[in-house]
C-alpha cells in the first residue's frame, strides 16, 4: 500500500485551513479597525475638552474631574466601549466648560 491516500487528508485539511482563515482574517480586520476608529474619536474629544479648558473663565471642577477620568481612561486603553466611555465623558466635560446648562 503506498503514501498516496495521505494527500487527500492532507489537502482536504489544508483546504478547511484556508476556508476558514478566509473567513476570520477580514473580521479581525475590521474588529482593529472599529477599535482604532473608537480610540481615536475618544482622543479627540480628549484634545477637544483641553482646548475648552484652557478656553474656560473659570475653573470647573466637575468638568476637571470628567476630563481627569477620560484621561486616565485613554492611558489605560482597553476596547471600544472604553474608549466611547471616555470620549462620552470628555465631551459631557467640554459642554461644561463652554456653558451649556444640559450637560
Given at each position: 500500500?503506498?503514501?498516496?491516500?495521505?494527500?487527500?487528508?492532507?489537502?482536504?485539511?489544508?483546504l478547511l485551513?484556508?476556508?476558514?482563515?478566509?473567513?476570520?482574517?477580514?473580521?479581525?480586520?475590521?474588529?482593529?479597525?472599529?477599535r482604532a476608529?473608537?480610540?481615536?474619536?475618544?482622543?479627540?474629544?480628549?484634545?477637544?475638552?483641553?482646548?475648552?479648558?484652557?478656553?474656560?473663565?473659570?475653573?470647573?471642577?466637575?468638568?476637571?474631574?470628567?476630563?481627569h477620568r477620560?484621561?486616565?481612561?485613554?492611558?489605560?486603553?482597553?476596547?471600544?466601549?472604553?474608549?466611547?466611555?471616555?470620549?462620552?465623558?470628555?465631551?459631557?466635560?467640554?459642554?461644561?466648560?463652554?456653558?451649556?446648562?444640559?450637560?
Amino acid at each position: 500500500m503506498s503514501l498516496s491516500w495521505l494527500i487527500w487528508p492532507a489537502g482536504l485539511l489544508l483546504l478547511l485551513g484556508a476556508g476558514f482563515a478566509a473567513g476570520l482574517l477580514p473580521a479581525l480586520r475590521a474588529r482593529q479597525a472599529r477599535r482604532a476608529a473608537a480610540w481615536t474619536a475618544a482622543r479627540a474629544a480628549v484634545e477637544s475638552a483641553a482646548i475648552s479648558r484652557d478656553a474656560a473663565p473659570e475653573p470647573v471642577p466637575a468638568a476637571e474631574e470628567l476630563l481627569h477620568r477620560a484621561e486616565l481612561i485613554v492611558a489605560a486603553g482597553g476596547g471600544p466601549s472604553a474608549a466611547a466611555t471616555a470620549a462620552e465623558q470628555a465631551r459631557r466635560a467640554d459642554r461644561m466648560w463652554r456653558g451649556d446648562t444640559d450637560a
